[in-house]
């Protein structure tokens, strides 16, 4: 009986923390700059803010999973052209902000917004650029931290917010 007054206190306080509002995490642009014939270069904008809640958002970006309690962003390369994930190549990502680190995470004071991007450089091997290739970047993961007092409550995104974390294609020919 505690255990479920437990759950039930934990689920309250996650829906009054968690921002309902759209306003508080919006992707403001999507880019794709070829580099060369084999590097491209994808970004993704986005704003990251609370009224009430201070708020911790990763710096570290993987195109793998990672661990259910990871705090690092995730995202996955798509050949749009065969509707299947792209999992040649080699690729590095990071969260760039100016906002503040701390502990190793960007923090937003409550009050303030705070503007991101990812930045993920794809290396196409040689023999794919042979292929028709439509690849686009997608987020799947983009984990956050609300603090209120000395409660801190992780969250997510989900993923009907999740789909307009995309990029445009880089056409491999």
């Known amino acids: 009986m ?6 039930i206190l934990s ?14 995490y ?19 904008h986005f704003d990251f803010g609370s009224k009430k809640y201070d708020m911790r958002l990763p710096i570290a970006a993987y195109r ?12 996955k390369i798509e050949d749009n ?8 190549g080699a690729a590095a990502g990071i969260v760039l902000s100016k906002a503040l680190i701390v502990d190793g ?21 040689d023999v794919a650029t042979d292929e028709k290739l439509d690849l686009s970047l997608q ?16 969250a997510r995104l989900n993923d009907p917010e999740l789909q307009y974390y995309v990029t445009p294609e880089a056409k491999f020919r």
């Open 26 to 44: 919006l992707t403001s642009g999507q880019e794709v700059i070829r580099l060369n014939e084999s590097n491209v270069l994808y970004l993704i």
């Open 2 to 7: 505690k255990n479920m007054k437990y759950v």
């Open 105 to 125: 995470h960007y923090f937003i004071p409550k009050g303030e917004g705070k503007r991101f991007t990812l930045a993920v450089i794809l290396n196409v091997p």
């Open 81 to 88: 052209r065969s509707e299947s994930m792209y999992s040649k």
């Open 11 to 24: 689920a309250l306080l996650l829906f009054v923390l968690v921002p309902h509002s759209s306003q508080a």
């Open 139 to 154: 987020v799947t993961k983009l984990p956050f931290t609300l603090k209120a007092e000395n409660i801190e409550i992780g």
């Open 64 to 75: 793998k999973e990672t661990p259910e309690n990871s705090k690092a962003l995730e995202y």
